[in-house]
């Protein structure tokens, strides 16, 4: 059965460095989607992603976020400065044309130290 | 501005006694809704969804939840839950857009079966 899949598994970086995360979405989807969870908190939407655009973000989502679909298999969450509120679990989904079921990869956990 | 809550934020429950996992919306707009399970250390894995049509939706592993308009509610249920079923449950609602819309959660609930 597909998956999303998502690397590392686990990243540890220092405040003010710049982190990238990885996805690979379903193969046939066409919607993106970043979500975060911080620690013992609710899933929270960051951002959906289609047709090479963002469709929607939240207010997390500040000038210090960015999302890239660099090819066509890769979906990539990038933060420019880390701030140690932006220790969480990431999890990458997506869901394609006509469907409501997001499909979520197993999240990358990000502790900035 | 769509919003979830569930009220119990841990419930534990004998082997094989029957569950009800409770969840309420709020939106102004028509909704779908979904239950999502978290096992440890893992993703979230659909158990079920409701986009229109019949109120009774049947899921995975046994779970059913019934779409209450009324009374915004999406409570998830199970006859007899297992070992296996420990794990925290989310409730997610959406408010459509041609399958690239944001799902809003709830702060879950941690299902502890006790042997």
């Known amino acids: 059965e597909p998956e999303v899949t998502q690397t590392p598994s686990h990243q540890v970086t220092q405040m003010g460095q710049e982190v990238i995360l990885r996805c690979v979405p379903i193969s046939n989807h066409l919607y993106f989607y970043w979500y975060r969870q911080i620690l013992g908190q609710k899933v929270e939407f960051l951002v959906s992603?289609?047709?090479?655009?963002?469709?929607?973000k939240s207010e997390i989502f500040d000038d210090q976020f960015s999302v890239e679909r660099p090819d066509g298999s890769n979906f990539t969450l990038k933060i420019r400065s880390t701030k140690l509120e932006d220790s969480a679990m990431y999890f990458c989904?997506?869901?394609?044309?006509?469907?409501?079921?997001?499909?979520f990869g197993p999240g990358t956990r990000l502790t900035v130290t | 501005a769509q919003s979830v809550t569930q009220l119990d934020s841990q419930v534990p429950v004998f082997e094989e006694a029957p569950v009800e996992l409770r969840c309420n919306y709020s939106?102004?707009?028509?909704?779908?809704l979904f239950w999502y399970v978290q096992y440890p250390n893992q993703g979230l894995q659909l158990l079920l969804k409701y986009l229109s049509g019949s109120t009774l939706v049947k899921g995975i592993n046994g779970f059913e939840a019934e779409f209450n308009k009324s009374q915004t509610s999406f409570h998830l249920r199970k006859p007899s839950v297992h070992i296996s079923d420990t794990a925290e449950y989310f409730c997610?609602?959406?408010?459509?857009?041609?399958?690239?819309?944001?799902?809003?959660f709830g702060t879950g609930t941690r299902l502890t079966i006790i042997p």
């Open positions: 939106s102004s707009v028509s909704v779908y």
């Open positions: 992603f289609y047709n090479n655009e963002i469709s929607e």
């Open positions: 989904a997506s869901n394609h044309r006509g469907s409501y079921e997001q499909y």
């Open positions: 997610a609602v959406s408010e459509g857009g041609f399958g690239n819309e944001k799902l809003t």
